[in-house]
């Protein structure tokens, strides 16, 4: 069982170019999660999925865009990236989705810089 | 707004016993979680606690108090890989899992 799997698991992209970064789980989990990491700011979540086909905004979603066409996957799409994208980039996942209890499994993440 | 503050930083010694304290002020409460995260890794689960008291695992425990909006993760018998960040967590009154910045545990020999 793989649990949460990113890729890539690091690039450098040039500003102005388009990126998708991918997020595949197996646990059959409702609910997925794009989260940026930078160093002293914790986890900020960037959007969030409650269910296959719904979607919504998080913290930071701006020049973000996101998907769920399906349960197990949840690419994350910069359409033009900016040098301030530059972050490590987590994908979660967590059973209900809402309410209560919902513990977060975390993919290994993907490092991406924006020159 | 939300906030949620930790130490940056700690230090502490091998076979020694650490409380590092998470203290927040969200919109509504509905559960607090810990994670632990080495260096280039993703946050793994620790523990969560949503009523007051003491939920102890193993070497690790977790108190909670929600009058004082405090909660503190105590290590104890401390291991050299046991360094790492460790992140407090709040699920607010939308469900939504608010994250502290992380405090970096160093363990020295």
């Known amino acids: 069982i793989a649990g949460i799997t990113q890729a890539p698991t690091s690039q450098i992209l040039a500003a102005g170019r388009r990126m998708t970064l991918r997020c595949t789980q197996d646990m059959r989990h409702n609910a997925m999660y794009w989260y940026r990491q930078d160093l002293g700011l914790g986890l900020r979540l960037i959007h969030y999925?409650?269910?296959?086909?719904?979607?919504g905004k998080g913290e930071v979603p701006d020049g973000y865009s996101v998907s769920r066409a399906n349960t197990d996957d949840f690419p994350l799409t910069l359409a033009s990236a900016v040098p301030s994208q530059t972050s490590v980039y987590f994908c979660?996942?967590?059973?209900?989705?809402?309410?209560?209890?919902?513990?977060?499994?975390f993919g290994p993440g993907t490092r991406l810089t924006v020159l | 707004g939300q906030n949620i503050d930790q130490p940056t930083e700690m230090t502490a010694t091998e076979g020694a016993i650490v409380q590092i304290n998470c203290t927040y002020q969200?919109?509504?409460?509905?559960?607090l979680f810990w994670y632990q995260q080495h260096a280039g890794e993703a946050p793994t689960f620790l523990s969560y606690?949503?009523l007051d008291g003491l939920e102890e695992k193993g070497r690790f425990s977790s108190f909670l108090s929600r009058s004082k909006g405090y909660s503190y993760l105590l290590l104890k018998e401390l291991q050299m890989k046991d360094s790492a960040s460790y992140l407090c967590a709040v699920i607010d009154s939308n469900y939504q899992l608010i994250w502290g910045a992380g405090t970096k545990l160093i363990i020295k020999p």
């Open positions: 979660a996942s967590s059973e209900k989705g809402a309410g209560g209890k919902d513990t977060q499994y």
């Open positions: 969200t919109s509504g409460f509905n559960g």
């Open positions: 606690n949503v």
């Open positions: 999925s409650n269910t296959a086909g719904t979607t």
